[in-house]
């Protein structure tokens, strides 16, 4: 192994050579293009006996992924935000097809209005599409997962996205325990595919299949997400036994013993909000973390169990479903059916929006005095918001909403009339 200080992306961009992929392919779209442009250079510099292929879209770049990975390669692409939504017609087949391509997703909000900023909108538009969805909360995490995805992905013959958060996680440079070859290789076996494109044994992928057995292939889908709950803590453990340390995993309780509270929540504002409990629980409070890093399959059993004993749950996540609420808090809401529990969604960080100690804390408190609502914007500027919808409410051709707000803050230079 090497501690090198590089930056996120690049380290991504080492752990998924070390995994020895045959096809690589990708459409820049930040922030995830300098994981893929790492990628191509070391493909041009001799070091990774791989195929690059460049490619005129994101569809065609899972096009290429779902091709190569039935002609049994190991594949690997990355996208983001609107990326991710061009190529959904093709991310839900790879699924489909039970193709254990693997895919970083750097988080970045979806439009409109534009936002190149970090939040999870993208990977959790597509929470339903048959993908594992591993999320990382920091860069040595993300560099681990890809290691772990790659087996994980092909011993159920499944895609997996490893999500992590973009600009926050992608560009920042930090000191990263990169292993070396052998031990990768120790760890993830030669490429054997439970499915491939054969001359010697022709056979057809991708056939129509009519009501007579749609219901059965897709039962089949949700069984092998299933199996994913007991594969990807085992290939957690292999990874620790093999690297020495932590990471993957289905979950990561914090501080949890005694608590009363329970923030829950995914991605690198992991790190924010532990900094936020441990002044909390320094002053007295009992309120501890449950990281979830399987979005995708959901660890409905082992969040229950998890937080059996705490009085109630605050979901900090920086997504929410546009007229119901929070995403994560209907899932940790069915994970913990019955008990009886509150859970009450926090959003927060919404296209890169800072999320501060600070803000936590007040709203951590009001949480743990159950005060919150059942889902509360943090930061969010109410009065901004009321003097846009009077506005609607006056000028019948009042224009859109996104630029109306810009003109209240300030950062579009015109005159509300």
Same mark, same amino acid.
């Given at each position: 192994m090497a501690l090198k #200080?590089?930056?996120?992306? +690049?380290?991504?961009?080492?752990?998924?050579?070390?995994?020895?992929? %045959?096809?690589?392919? $990708?459409?820049?779209?930040?922030? #995830?293009? +300098?994981?893929? /442009?790492?990628?191509?250079?070391?493909? =041009?510099?001799?070091?990774?006996?791989?195929?690059?292929?460049?490619?005129? *879209?994101?569809? $065609?770049?899972?096009?290429?992924?779902?091709?190569?990975?039935?002609?049994?390669?190991?594949?690997?692409?990355?996208?983001? *935000? #609107?990326?991710?939504?061009?190529?959904?017609?093709?991310?839900?087949?790879?699924a489909g097809l039970g193709l254990p391509i693997v895919m970083t997703v750097a988080n970045r909000a979806i439009g409109a209005p534009i936002n190149i900023w970090n939040d999870h909108s993208d990977s959790m538009s597509q929470r339903d599409c048959g993908w594992l969805q591993l999320f990382a909360e920091t860069?040595? %995490?993300?560099? !681990?997962? +890809?290691?772990q995805a790659f087996k994980i992905a092909e011993e159920l013959s499944l895609p997996v996205m490893v999500c992590m958060d973009g600009f926050i996680l992608t560009h920042a440079?930090?000191?990263? !325990?990169?292993? @070396?070859?052998?031990?990768?290789?120790n760890f993830l076996p030669p490429f054997e595919p439970r499915q491939v494109l054969d001359p010697a044994a022709p056979l057809s992928i991708g056939a129509m299949v009519g009501p007579e057995a749609y219901t059965e292939v897709r039962y089949?889908? +949700?069984? =092998? #997400?299933?199996?994913?709950? !007991?594969?990807?803590?085992?290939?957690?453990? %292999?990874?620790?036994?093999?690297?020495?340390?932590? *990471?993957?995993?289905?979950?990561?309780?914090?501080?949890?013993?005694g608590a009363r509270t329970a923030v829950v929540a995914l991605g690198s504002v992991l790190g924010t909000i532990k900094d936020t409990v441990d002044e909390l629980r320094d002053a007295g409070h009992p309120i501890g973390v449950l990281g979830?890093? *399987?979005?995708?399959?959901?660890?409905? %059993?082992?969040?229950?169990?998890?937080?059996? @004993? &705490?009085?109630? &749950?605050?979901?900090?996540? =920086?997504c929410f479903a546009i007229g119901v609420g929070g995403v994560v808090a209907i899932d940790v809401r069915l994970a913990l059916d019955g008990t009886g529990q509150p859970v009450r969604t926090l959003v927060a960080g919404l296209g890169g929006r800072a999320i501060t100690r600070d803000s936590l804390s007040r709203a951590f408190l009001r949480g743990m005095a159950d005060q919150l609502e059942?889902?509360?914007?943090? @930061?969010? !500027?109410?009065?901004?918001? /009321?003097r846009v919808l009077e506005r609607e409410r006056l000028v019948r051709r009042s224009g859109p909403a996104a630029e109306a707000i810009l003109r209240e803050v300030g950062a579009i230079a015109a =005159?509300? &009339?």
């Open positions: #200080q590089i930056e996120g992306s +690049h380290g991504v961009a080492e752990a998924v050579a070390l995994c020895r992929p %045959e096809v690589i392919c $990708a459409y820049p779209i930040s922030p #995830q293009t +300098h994981i893929v /442009e790492g990628l191509g250079e070391m493909v =041009k510099a001799g070091d990774l006996n791989a195929e690059f292929i460049n490619v005129e *879209s994101e569809f $065609a770049a899972m096009s290429v992924a779902i091709g190569a990975s039935a002609a049994g390669a190991r594949t690997y692409t990355a996208t983001a *935000s #609107q990326g991710l939504l061009f190529m959904v017609e093709a991310v839900y087949n790879a860069n040595q %995490e993300a560099l !681990d997962l +890809h290691i440079y930090e000191r990263l !325990d990169v292993p @070396d070859q052998e031990r990768v290789d089949l889908a +949700h069984l =092998k #997400q299933r199996r994913a709950l !007991d594969l990807i803590p085992r290939v957690a453990a %292999e990874f620790k036994a093999m690297f020495g340390r932590e *990471s993957g995993g289905l979950i990561r309780p914090y501080r949890l013993e979830i890093t *399987s979005f995708r399959p959901f660890p409905l %059993e082992a969040a229950r169990y998890a937080l059996r @004993d &705490v009085e109630r &749950v605050i979901v900090v996540e =920086k059942a889902m509360t914007f943090l @930061d969010l !500027d109410q009065a901004l918001v /009321e =005159k509300i &009339v």
